[in-house]
């Protein structure tokens, strides 16, 4: 059984149409980002989003280049644009999964920074925001710096962080800034990207060809590889009094939350020197114990897979050894109270793909999906138990739990259809994608397991991005929220869902209005029900052209807004998000 509430853009709560059935990206019109702001005050983004390389640009050297760098780098600037860009990518149309004209079209595009702006920049255009909401809402996004000069995809783009302070019963400040990574700071003084793209450039001969630029360009001292070369726009946690910014190709960044709302990148954070690889961008945060655990994985040489936890206070324990037979794709995994679940699907790494021509990222369909068992706090991978789940791929796992009265761990998460629909093109991909949510039941005893979808077929849709409430986290929970991927891969609402009989609240934006992922936000105390709490999302209006966007604030029991803020600058769909308490923020390292 489905109810729907719909939120109308002046009057939350109110009786609005169902959003309209819209083209995908693939056919809108590039954007041509000016300001992230109507006022002055932002840093502009003058860029347009090309179809192909843009015109070569001149060089703005690094302070430190001697003369056989900054000769060097003119050159392999040449060879980039006329040898790669000019004839080798220039023969080959983009796929849409690799095209900038598809993949940062529309509210996709990229924004300038904003410094602070505060409450009387912050209108509540409708409703009161909830005065229990005493904290900062952060989200993490991919927002190109440069104008892509090949391929690109939506995850390629570097880190920008979009935060609203709320307190006192109002919004009191907003801000958005670039996570200050060693690769944004290095292409930022160069003037041009130069880091390789690893979905949308590395395909193929091309792709070959860029790693050996790239190559070159380190070993000319042109670029430093050696500080990292991710862009930390995925995921977000709070641990240790830290928040750190992710993606799976470095180590995390830390981030501080100023009081005046600002956020300003501390550094690339090893965990003091523990953490010597990257970490994926979904680790777990155990909610009674305040332990961080989480995977590492590696594309190149074995181990391909590691696994291991941090304390509280941040002590780490020693790497897990996952044995896994090949490079595997694994974006996220799942906790229970005294176990991790690490699922091994069929989106594998073949980089000698690249030599036939093809991609590297892969779906196996050859392999059968299977899910790991390993208790939490293991000290090797002795007691890994592996059990298959056929026909599975799952992006991303909202909880998991063990259940007492039948001896099986309940997974949940949403399986998509086709497997790498997020990162190859298929021809008919919008009508043929699916993102079922799904109870996956692991019966560690026998070896077997079930799967159901959590919805029945005539309440279906495709549900990616969201939450339980992270307080139970690792422990039985009964509802979801869940971003409803429609059109894919734009969201049109949210969801309720109730995992325990099935059915589904639907929270929609509007015509023309879409959104991300939806935050939420226990009551702080934690006293009160499960659903007792608010759920936080960015919406932006197609519809109206418009150059800013709102906070939604969402009663989560009933699925009422309860208010919605105009902010002074558009901000673009983006990835996942967390909520930082006041009290949390007084802790901040």
Same mark, same amino acid.
């Given at each position: 059984?489905?109810?729907?509430?719909?939120?109308?853009?002046?009057?939350?709560?109110?009786?609005?149409?169902?959003?309209?059935?819209?083209?995908?990206?693939?056919?809108?019109?590039?954007?041509?980002?000016?300001?992230?702001?109507?006022?002055?005050?932002?840093?502009?983004?003058?860029?347009?989003?090309?179809?192909?390389?843009?015109?070569?640009?001149?060089?703005?050297?690094?302070?430190?280049?001697?003369?056989?760098?900054?000769?060097?780098?003119?050159?392999?600037?040449?060879?980039?644009?006329?040898?790669?860009?000019?004839?080798l990518?220039?023969?080959?149309?983009?796929?849409?999964?690799?095209?900038?004209?598809?993949?940062?079209?529309?509210?996709?595009?990229?924004?300038?920074?904003?410094?602070?702006?505060?409450?009387?920049?912050?209108?509540?255009?409708?409703?009161?925001?909830?005065?229990?909401?005493?904290?900062?809402?952060?989200?993490?996004?991919?927002?190109?710096?440069?104008?892509?000069?090949?391929?690109?995809?939506?995850?390629?783009?570097?880190?920008?962080?979009?935060a609203?302070r709320?307190?006192?019963?109002?919004?009191?400040?907003?801000?958005?800034?670039?996570?200050?990574?060693?690769?944004?700071?290095?292409?930022?003084?160069?003037?041009?990207?130069?880091?390789?793209?690893?979905?949308?450039?590395?395909?193929?001969?091309?792709?070959?060809?860029?790693?050996?630029?790239?190559?070159?360009?380190?070993?000319?001292?042109v670029?430093?590889?050696?500080?990292?070369?991710g862009?930390?726009?995925?995921?977000?946690?709070?641990?240790?009094?830290?928040?750190?910014?992710?993606?799976?190709?470095?180590?995390?960044?830390?981030?501080?939350?100023?009081?005046?709302?600002?956020?300003?990148?501390?550094?690339?954070?090893?965990?003091?020197?523990?953490?010597?690889?990257?970490?994926?961008?979904?680790?777990?945060?155990?909610?009674?114990?305040?332990?961080?655990?989480?995977?590492?994985?590696?594309?190149?040489?074995?181990?391909?897979?590691?696994?291991?936890?941090?304390?509280?206070?941040?002590?780490?324990?020693?790497?897990?050894?996952?044995?896994?037979?090949?490079?595997?794709m694994?974006h996220?995994?799942?906790?229970?109270?005294?176990?991790?679940?690490?699922?091994?699907?069929?989106?594998?790494?073949?980089?000698q793909?690249?030599?036939?021509?093809g991609?590297?990222?892969?779906?196996?369909?050859?392999?059968?999906?299977?899910?790991?068992v390993?208790?939490?706090?293991?000290?090797?991978?002795?007691?890994?138990?592996?059990?298959?789940?056929?026909?599975?791929?799952?992006?991303?796992?909202?909880?998991?739990?063990?259940?007492?009265?039948?001896?099986?761990?309940?997974?949940?998460?949403?399986?998509?259809?086709?497997?790498?629909?997020?990162?190859?093109?298929?021809?008919?991909?919008? @009508?043929?994608?699916?993102? $079922? +949510?799904?109870?996956?039941?692991?019966?560690p005893?026998? #070896? =077997? %397991? *079930?799967?159901?979808? &959590?919805?029945?077929?005539?309440?279906?849709?495709?549900?990616?991005?969201?939450?339980?409430?992270?307080?139970?986290?690792?422990?039985?929970?009964r509802?979801?929220?869940?971003?409803?991927?429609?059109?894919?891969?734009?969201v049109?609402?949210?969801?309720?869902?109730?995992?325990?009989?099935g059915?589904?609240?639907?929270?929609?934006?509007?015509?023309?209005?879409?959104?991300?992922?939806?935050?939420?936000?226990?009551?702080?105390?934690?006293?009160?029900? @499960?659903?007792?709490?608010? $759920? +936080?999302?960015?919406?932006?209006?197609?519809?109206?052209? #418009? =150059? %800013? *966007?709102?906070?939604? &604030?969402?009663?989560?029991?009933?699925?009422?807004?309860?208010?919605?803020?105009?902010?002074?600058?558009?901000?673009?769909?983006?990835?996942?998000?967390?909520?930082?308490?006041?009290?949390?923020?007084?802790?901040q390292?």
């Amino acid at each position: 059984m489905a109810s729907s509430i719909s939120a109308p853009s002046a009057a939350p709560g109110g009786v609005a149409k169902p959003p309209a059935k819209v083209k995908p990206p693939s056919r809108l019109k590039p954007n041509v980002p000016t300001k992230n702001t109507d006022s002055s005050t932002a840093a502009a983004v003058t860029w347009k989003t090309p179809m192909r390389a843009v015109p070569a640009q001149p060089r703005r050297e690094g302070k430190s280049a001697n003369p056989f760098q900054r000769l060097a780098a003119a050159a392999l600037d040449a060879v980039e644009d006329g040898l790669i860009a000019g004839l080798l990518e220039r023969a080959h149309p983009l796929p849409s999964t690799a095209d900038p004209a598809v993949q940062i079209a529309g509210n996709y595009a990229p924004v300038g920074e904003l410094p602070p702006a505060g409450p009387e920049d912050l209108p509540v255009v409708s409703g009161r925001v909830p005065a229990c909401l005493d904290g900062v809402y952060v989200r993490n996004g991919a927002n190109p710096l440069h104008a892509p000069r090949g391929g690109h995809h939506l995850f390629d783009g570097d880190g920008m962080l979009h935060a609203v302070r709320l307190g006192g019963g109002r919004a009191e400040s907003y801000a958005c800034r670039f996570t200050e990574t060693a690769r944004l700071r290095q292409e930022r003084d160069i003037g041009r990207p130069v880091f390789p793209k690893a979905i949308g450039e590395l395909h193929g001969h091309s792709g070959l060809a860029r790693l050996a630029l790239f190559g070159a360009r380190s070993l000319c001292g042109v670029v430093d590889a050696s500080q990292g070369i991710g862009v930390a726009n995925a995921g977000l946690v709070y641990h240790d009094g830290r928040l750190l910014a992710m993606s799976e190709d470095d180590l995390p960044y830390h981030v501080r939350v100023t009081t005046d709302g600002d956020l300003e990148t501390v550094g690339r954070y090893d965990f003091h020197g523990q953490l010597e690889g990257a970490m994926i961008a979904h680790p777990k945060l155990d909610p009674a114990t305040g332990e961080l655990f989480a995977l590492s994985y590696n594309v190149v040489s074995k181990p391909y897979l590691k696994y291991f936890s941090f304390t509280a206070d941040g002590r780490k324990s020693p790497d897990v050894e996952i044995p896994v037979d090949a490079p595997t794709m694994i974006h996220d995994f799942a906790i229970t109270e005294n176990y991790a679940v690490v699922p091994d699907q069929q989106i594998v790494f073949k980089l000698q793909e690249m030599v036939l021509g093809g991609s590297p990222v892969v779906y196996d369909k050859n392999k059968t999906a299977r899910f790991g068992v390993l208790p939490k706090r293991a000290a090797d991978a002795s007691e890994l138990l592996w059990v298959e789940v056929p026909d599975c791929f799952c992006f991303h796992l909202w909880n998991a739990w063990e259940d007492e009265s039948t001896g099986e761990i309940v997974v949940i998460g949403s399986c998509m259809t086709p497997a790498d629909a997020v990162f190859n093109e298929s021809q008919d991909q919008e @009508e043929s994608f699916q993102s $079922v +949510l799904s109870e996956i039941r692991l019966d560690p005893s026998t #070896g =077997t %397991s *079930s799967r159901r979808a &959590v919805l029945r077929e005539a309440d279906q849709v495709n549900l990616e991005a969201g939450m339980v409430n992270r307080q139970l986290l690792g422990r039985k929970t009964r509802y979801a929220y869940l971003a409803m991927a429609e059109p894919w891969p734009k969201v049109s609402g949210f969801a309720k869902v109730d995992l325990e009989d099935g059915t589904v609240e639907k929270f929609t934006y509007g015509e023309g209005r879409y959104g991300g992922e939806p935050c939420f936000v226990p009551r702080a105390d934690g006293s009160g029900a @499960e659903d007792d709490g608010h $759920v +936080l999302c960015f919406v932006h209006d197609e519809s109206r052209g #418009g =150059t %800013s *966007s709102e906070l939604l &604030v969402v009663n989560a029991s009933d699925m009422r807004a309860e208010a919605a803020v105009k902010l002074p600058g558009r901000v673009p769909y983006g990835f996942h998000g967390t909520f930082i308490s006041a009290t949390e923020l007084q802790r901040q390292a």
